[in-house]
């Protein structure tokens, strides 16, 4: 049997604005309301609300056979909150529906398993506590903010008792001769590893509207019959699982609508399901279908979905990356040592790996999907303002205010 397992990010960060040195100890506003706002009204628009709705449809037309998994951070729930509560609303029509897995991950969609264990454990925590409190589910799967993991983070994960799942990424050099198909343990061998398939989940995220494409235009019927060529790889009758994972703004943010993306979600289920041996399935539902003892699979050096290199490079590639995620978790330690809530919260937000992120100064291919996520002009820009803006929380600190 081949399980399809779909699983969508839906994520916002807190942009800054232009925050400049002569604002340091007199203005404490950093973030961009009116551009936070002006992309979430966007992107809710073209994707959050067209996409549920589609959704919705699906579960309901195909009786709870069609599935997905969803994973919102807590910074995109809060501003759902602000900005769009139709939007928050449209999710949890989607909870009460019964058809999507809501899964954990860190509230501040942090890199805070590489530098503060305690607030990555408390991140996840909370980031649990939202979603019982929003969807009344606890989440029993975890992705780790961009699919980062690593033997460590496992390790970290297992102080969560309730998670038993972690999905990552299905990198080669991890896996060497090994396919993504199969399910894996950890080196620990306390959770079961869900691996993306990257080539196909990159052919609906990246190359679908892509003209140069050899494979250009996809449509569903050609997607699953690639789809359906994939069990010859198994002779033991092995339960193979199909893991396909993206950002949910694929679907008609960065893929707009007139490409087409949502005829061909909306046509995925008829061919995938009229097959007997092809099935979508949560990845929480991985233990109860696994017919084999999982390999282990160990991985010393992180990975994650991001880049080419998919490992860390995205975000930890330049002195300024560095120095800026440093400084971050040197005061927001400082913070809790001073039991201050108030700025803890702030320090939270910009914990958020997107802000680094838009530090990356590589060249080419992955150089120009930084570009496009990226509103500033520069990743000196970024680094200038979240500097300037790190230098104003520290001040707070010290003078007490």
Not at 20 to 35: A, Q, T, V
Not at 78 to 104: I, K, M, N, T
Not at 213 to 225: C, H, I, Q, R, S
Request: proline letters at 4%; hydrophobic letters at 35%.
């Amino acid at each position: 049997m081949l399980h399809l397992i779909f699983y969508f990010q839906v994520h916002q960060p807190y942009r800054l604005q232009p925050y400049r040195f002569i604002h340091i100890g007199k203005n404490h506003n950093y973030f961009d309301d009116e551009l936070n706002r002006k992309i979430f009204e966007k992107v809710s628009d073209k994707c959050y609300i067209p996409a549920n709705n589609l959704l919705w449809d699906l579960i309901n037309q195909f009786a709870g056979r069609f599935k997905v998994s969803l994973s919102l951070t807590g910074t995109f729930v809060e501003q759902a909150r602000q900005y769009r509560p139709d939007v928050l609303a449209s999710f949890r029509r989607l909870a009460q529906q019964g058809g999507v897995e809501f899964l954990g991950e860190t509230y501040y969609h942090s890199l805070a398993c590489l530098f503060d264990e305690n607030e990555f454990l408390e991140q996840v925590r909370m980031h649990s506590r939202l979603m019982e409190e929003e969807f009344g589910t606890r989440p029993v799967t975890f992705r780790n903010t961009e699919l980062v993991y690593g033997d460590r983070i496992s390790g970290l994960v297992s102080e969560l008792p309730q998670f038993k799942l972690i999905l990552t990424e299905g990198a080669d050099k991890i896996l060497n001769w090994r396919s993504p198909l199969y399910a894996y343990k950890s080196y620990s061998q306390r959770h079961l590893l869900l691996l993306k398939y990257y080539r196909l989940s990159d052919d609906i995220a990246f190359r679908f509207s892509d003209r140069a494409w050899t494979e250009y235009p996809l449509t569903a019927g050609k997607f699953v019959d690639w789809i359906l060529k994939l069990p010859l790889v198994e002779k033991k009758k092995k339960n193979l699982y199909l893991n396909l994972f993206m950002d949910y703004e694929t679907l008609g943010e960065h893929q707009w609508s007139e490409t087409g993306i949502f005829e061909f979600i909306k046509h995925l289920p008829e061919y995938v399901l009229k097959r007997d041996f092809v099935s979508f399935s949560w990845p929480s539902e991985v233990m109860d279908s696994l017919n084999y003892e999982p390999e282990a699979l160990s991985i010393p050096t992180p990975i994650s979905w991001a880049d080419t290199e998919r490992d860390l490079s995205a975000w930890l590639s330049n002195s300024l990356q560095w120095n800026a995620v440093k400084t971050c978790y040197n005061i927001l330690r400082r913070i809790k040592e001073s039991e201050r809530p108030d700025l803890l919260e702030v320090a939270r937000k910009l914990s958020t790996s997107d802000i680094s992120y838009y530090m990356c100064t590589k060249y080419f291919q992955d150089g120009d999907v930084h570009k496009y996520f990226s509103p500033y002009s520069s990743p000196e820009d970024i680094y200038i303002y979240y500097m300037n803006v790190l230098a104003d929380v520290e001040k707070r600190l010290e003078d007490g205010i």
